[in-house]
């Protein structure tokens, strides 16, 4: 059979050619599957091929998106410190607890600033070197991230000039890969009860909210499942992510009126386009938006369920 090829060149891997991939694809399953059609990921990688919408650019983008949210009046926004379309950051008057990142790359080169009195709950510190193909955000706290690696000033700014300069991983990611201009933004970090929230995410077709996903333990042992509007876990067969440490149901968590309050925000935010994932954050009680995504996982394909759930909204006419 077909052998990929994976050579680690830091911060990002590189692959050889893959035969029939899509036009600027990267990734194996970056091809048409005919025998799937219909299903979530196919949907995707058709709107990644063709779809030229302007919103999806907008939306990506993690700055120019805060306008478009605002303008919705219907959640929180994290403060924004500081934003530039070049690397120029004032490290001397920067908050003890921040965000830095771009607006048009992806997880790996964020960075939270952790330096305040007391370090966040929900983060184990350890030295582990071996970590470069997790694509997880770092959290730095006195110049080293959380896996005991050394990030001074010059390093964080030499990451973040690089994603300025160089293609998007995924050029088929058109809505992603054309954001411009490109900046660096630095905003407030959320915490919930000096912990770092968990991800909600609300899949929204054509305005109407189809399903609730909940990652849990992105920086340790990451766990992913997705529930219904009432709360329930939906059952996946072959699930992505283990769904060991998320729960059978939502309601005790978020209540019935929280997953209302979620639900209409997320259906306020995306009303405009036929599909994309609204990220959510809950922090203190309060809903903050964290953003849009409209290629779910690089259109990796799904758990069965999943891909003919999701599909089956996307295809249906509200």
């Known amino acids: 059979g077909e052998k990929e090829v994976v050579v680690l060149r830091l911060p990002f891997f590189r692959k050889k050619p893959i035969e029939g991939l899509l036009p600027g694809g990267k990734c194996s399953w970056h091809r048409y599957d005919e025998s799937k059609k219909g299903h979530y990921s196919q949907l995707l990688l058709e709107r990644a091929h063709k779809d030229r919408n302007p919103l999806l ?5 993690k700055y120019r998106s805060r306008e478009l949210v605002a303008s919705k009046g219907v959640c ?79 390093r964080i700014e030499r990451l973040l000039r690089w994603t300025m300069r160089h293609e998007f991983p995924v050029p088929l990611e058109w809505g992603a890969a054309t954001i411009a201009p490109r ?6 970090l959320l915490t919930d009860n000096n912990h770092l929230p968990n991800d909600w995410k609300v ?43 998320t729960p059978d149901e939502i309601v005790s968590i978020l209540g019935k009126e929280g997953i209302d309050e ?26 903050y938006f964290g953003e849009f995504t409209n290629y779910h996982n690089s259109c990796h394909p799904q758990s069965i369920e999943w891909e003919e759930l999701a599909g089956g909204y996307w295809l249906k006419a509200h």
């Open 76 to 154: 929180h926004l994290t403060e924004l410190y500081h934003w530039s379309e070049d690397v120029t950051i004032d490290w001397d008057n920067l908050p003890e607890r921040c965000v830095i990142k771009p607006n048009h790359w992806t997880g790996d080169a964020l960075f939270i600033m952790d330096n305040g009195p007391v370090p966040l709950a929900n983060i184990p510190r350890k030295f582990r070197f071996m970590t470069q193909a997790e694509n997880r955000y770092r959290v730095i706290r006195n110049w080293r991230d959380q896996n005991g690696k050394y990030w001074p000033k010059w």
């Open 203 to 245: 899949h929204v077709f054509h305005g109407k909210a189809g399903f609730i996903q909940y990652d849990t333990g992105r920086m340790t042992t990451h766990s992913q499942s997705i529930y219904t509007l009432d709360g329930q876990r939906i059952h996946q067969s072959n699930p992505n992510f283990s769904q060991e440490h």
């Open 183 to 188: 900046g660096i933004m630095i905003e407030e």
């Open 262 to 287: 979620l639900v209409h925000i997320a259906e306020r935010l995306a009303e405009d386009i036929d599909y994309t994932r609204v990220d959510m954050f809950r922090a203190e009680g309060k809903w």
């Open 57 to 61: 650019p907008l939306t990506e983008d």
